[in-house]
């Protein structure tokens, strides 16, 4: 998985199938042809080595890409689009020379005006992750069968036209930041370059202007759709897109984590360890209740009440407060005041406290990214270190099956081929990420005089929403993620600084039965499509809004 050579490939047109002038030798199929260039596809082959070490670059600045056509129904419509996998340039911000080459599949329906059709711009967190996460689970016209919250068998993998798509309302890009994918620096700019809050906002919001201008799209509805560290990118990169004359319809944040100084809050996280415990079944409270929803919303009364109550008066204990966490955790008195309370609390290994304790008797540990998912915590597998690659079980629940499917799904129906390895997690990204971040009001929110990462970007998205009244905002979380809890998100929201009522009313929470990855779970999906529909809807029917909008916008471009 993990390419660290330097790459310096050579002109990528002068190796593909689809540009190259000469003719086939007679009788003999061109290669071309044969991958389907006769029904008006183009095969892309790059042999441009695209390096994932913090210090590699390419020298390649062309804009290749496979074109294929293909069609799905979706909502009882059929719809014709087409794929675009490939990669665009982006340029410095002062010197307009070519500083990254970045890897990108987009999706758009034929036969469209640029003005009513919108565009959706999809990028996973990290950081240090590609898209192809979001791209094979989420919203894209196919997807992979997998079969959450169970664990996805070895290969033989299937993919599916997918009925939950958002191609019925957006056309879809996905991007995948410098270091990840096929997308890397251009020398002499190196990928760590863009390992950075900042730079790395910058550079994906340079991605999307030229994405624009090559595809005469900046007289569409905007929308970005980020996931987990992708959400405080979009906060970041919102208001960075408003500051430069691209004004957005709406944002959707899917798992959120705005304010890094609340993580392992356990206020913000008891909802979530309640909601493990109903599941399996391991609640104090009789009888169970029925409404997993009603449920979160009793404990969070408790969570900020009671609860931070005892947090602060720790050791002195109340034994009623104790009882009630212990009914809703699923956990014993003693185990919670050895606990000092916390159920965010973590060992020396960086295991849970929660997460591998609550079917401790059966020899299993929950999923941070899904509580629904287990896995054995027995023998050498409770001595695996459960914070490298994809050891938690929600992720090994899913990866191969991720990593097999797509490169099928890229190579033969994408028809993208490339002779370097497709870096879908990089964990050198993770490990050299500067967090500094300078805030809207020109505010340090990034790390602490002592190097701690302090990052805080709901403020970033508290600005943009100021400027442009409009823009639409949904929150998107699910009920049993543990990494970033869904009831920590709604505590960030509401504190988020941003008083006018009006504007606030353009903000929306939804929570649904799933996990980290709200869309790999079916039902969930389904429900979040139509909650996406609904503001698409709002943010696209409103001509005032839309013509505010497009005002704006060319107010920042004069």
């Given at each position: 998985m993990m390419n660290t050579d330097s790459g310096s490939g050579s002109t990528q047109s002068q190796h593909s199938p689809h540009n190259s002038h000469a003719s086939p030798t007679p009788g003999v199929v061109s290669m071309a042809h044969a991958l389907g260039a006769a029904d008006g596809d183009q095969p892309?082959?790059?042999p441009v080595a695209y390096g994932n070490g913090p210090n590699d670059s390419v020298t390649d600045t062309t804009e290749g890409a496979a074109v294929t056509h293909h069609s799905v129904v979706i909502g009882g419509r059929q719809i014709a689009y087409t794929a675009t996998a490939g990669h665009l340039v982006t340029v410095d911000e002062s010197s307009s020379q070519p500083n990254a080459k970045m890897f990108y599949v987009a999706f758009t329906e034929d036969n469209q005006q640029e003005e009513t059709r919108p565009v959706t711009f999809f990028y996973n967190g990290g950081p240090g992750s590609s898209a192809v996460f979001v791209l094979l689970g989420s919203f894209a016209p196919r997807r992979i069968k997998t079969a959450m919250p169970s664990f996805t068998p070895p290969a033989p993998y299937q993919m599916e036209d997918n009925p939950d798509s958002l191609l019925d309302k957006s056309d879809l890009v996905f991007i995948n930041p410098v270091g990840t994918g096929y997308s890397a620096a251009v020398a002499p700019n190196k990928n760590i370059n863009f390992w950075g809050t900042d730079p790395d906002a910058v550079?994906?919001?340079?991605?999307?202007?030229r994405?624009?201008?090559?595809?005469?799209?900046?007289?569409?509805?905007?929308?970005?759709f980020g996931e987990s560290y992708g959400t405080a990118r979009s906060c970041v990169l919102a208001y960075l897109l408003h500051e430069d004359g691209v004004d957005l319809n709406g944002v959707t944040l899917q798992s959120s984590i705005l304010d890094y100084t609340q993580a392992g809050n356990p206020v913000?996280?008891?909802?979530?360890?309640?909601?493990?415990?109903?599941?399996?079944?391991?609640l104090g409270v009789s009888p169970t209740p029925a409404s997993l929803g009603d449920f979160a919303e009793e404990v969070a009364q408790f969570a900020r009440s009671d609860y931070l109550q005892a947090l602060q008066k720790f050791p002195q204990t109340d034994d009623a407060t104790v009882e009630k966490l212990s009914e809703f955790t699923g956990i014993d008195k003693t185990t919670l005041i050895a606990w000092s309370l916390d159920i965010a609390?973590?060992?020396s290994r960086g295991n849970s406290l929660f997460l591998t304790t609550l079917l401790k008797s059966k020899g299993q540990a929950l999923g941070a990214y899904d509580g629904r998912v287990t896995g054995i915590e027995t023998g050498i597998a409770g001595k695996i270190d459960?914070?490298?690659g994809g050891n938690d079980p929600t992720m090994t629940a899913v990866t191969g099956v991720y990593t097999a499917m797509w490169n099928s799904y890229l190579n033969e129906q994408l028809k993208y081929t490339s002779n370097s390895a497709f870096t879908d997690?990089?964990?050198?990204?993770?490990?050299n990420w500067n967090f500094s971040h300078i805030d809207p009001t020109g505010a340090q929110k990034g790390v602490d005089a002592q190097g701690n990462v302090i990052l805080y970007t709901a403020g970033d998205l508290a600005a943009v929403m100021a400027l442009n009244v409009d823009l639409k905002v949904l929150s998107a979380n699910g009920f049993y993620d543990f990494v970033t809890p869904f009831y920590q998100t709604v505590i960030d929201l509401q504190k988020m600084p941003l008083i006018e009522q009006q504007v606030r009313a353009n903000l929306s929470a939804r929570f649904y039965p799933s996990g980290h990855m709200v869309y790999l779970d079916g039902n969930s999906r389904t429900a979040l499509k139509a909650d996406l529909?609904?503001?698409y809807d709002a943010a696209t029917a409103n001509e005032p809004a839309m013509g505010r909008i497009r005002a704006l916008q060319q107010r920042h471009k004069a």
């Open positions: 892309f082959f790059d550079s994906i919001k340079q991605f999307i202007k994405f624009l201008t090559k595809n005469n799209r900046w007289n569409s509805p905007k929308f970005l913000g996280a008891l909802p979530t360890a309640a909601a493990d415990a109903w599941y399996h079944k391991k609390g973590y060992d459960p914070n490298s997690l990089n964990n050198q990204a993770f490990q529909a609904k503001m």
